[in-house]
């Protein structure tokens, strides 16, 4: 009798172990289909894609929750238009149906980083993540987006950068931070960005 009481005193505590454990991101490749114009990144039911307006003065990121031609896209956000490119950076969760996108607009001078929480075919606009490479005599300031580790836990994405950077404390007020000592907070809820 004491040996199945303790086997599933056992089972039971690592379940809920496993449940409370890390929920990793990883980058995917999601695919990609022409409408026209446009190239719609499909994720599931949903699309995105990005692009100039004609007066080459802002880029836009549309959203589509049924990725169909023949629907008209919601605007999301709106950013400078510049020269250089702009894509989409898809982070999906091991564990459960949500992404973390990150809208990356390249400038040699600065970075310009949007993140979006995408869950239940709804996608949340976290905002802006003002980060950038600590490099100063780079040409190219946009901090590889690729050199980040994301998992969730609980109610929280957690994203930890494994470069040096420099982020925007406030009012154009850069500071240089270490991976090791500074991470980045989600609240899938509230979808507000916090640093520690």
Not at 75 to 82: A, K, L, N
Not at 97 to 104: N, T
Request: glycine share 4%.
């Amino acid at each position: 009798m004491n040996k199945t009481l303790f086997w599933f005193s056992l089972i039971v505590t690592l379940a809920f172990n496993i449940t409370k454990a890390q929920d990793p991101y990883s980058m995917i490749k999601p695919k990609k289909e022409s409408h026209g114009t446009n190239t719609i990144i499909r994720i599931g039911i949903i699309g995105l894609s990005t692009f100039c307006d004609s007066e080459f003065e802002n880029r836009y990121l549309q959203f589509w929750k049924n990725a169909n031609e023949d629907i008209k896209p919601e605007i999301i956000d709106t950013v400078w238009c510049s020269p250089y490119s702009s894509g989409l950076f898809i982070y999906k969760s091991k564990n459960a149906s949500d992404y973390l996108i990150f809208w990356v607009t390249e400038n040699e001078y600065n970075s310009d980083i949007h993140i979006f929480y995408l869950v239940n075919n709804i996608l949340n606009n976290i905002g802006p993540f003002p980060i950038q490479k600590d490099c100063e005599t780079c040409d190219d300031q946009i901090y590889p987006v690729n050199k980040i580790k994301i998992y969730g836990k609980d109610n929280e994405i957690i994203i930890k950068l494994l470069n040096p950077f420099i982020y925007n404390i406030g009012q154009d007020n850069w500071q240089k931070f270490s991976p090791e000592k500074t991470y980045f907070t989600i609240d899938k809820k509230g979808g507000k960005l916090i640093k520690h």
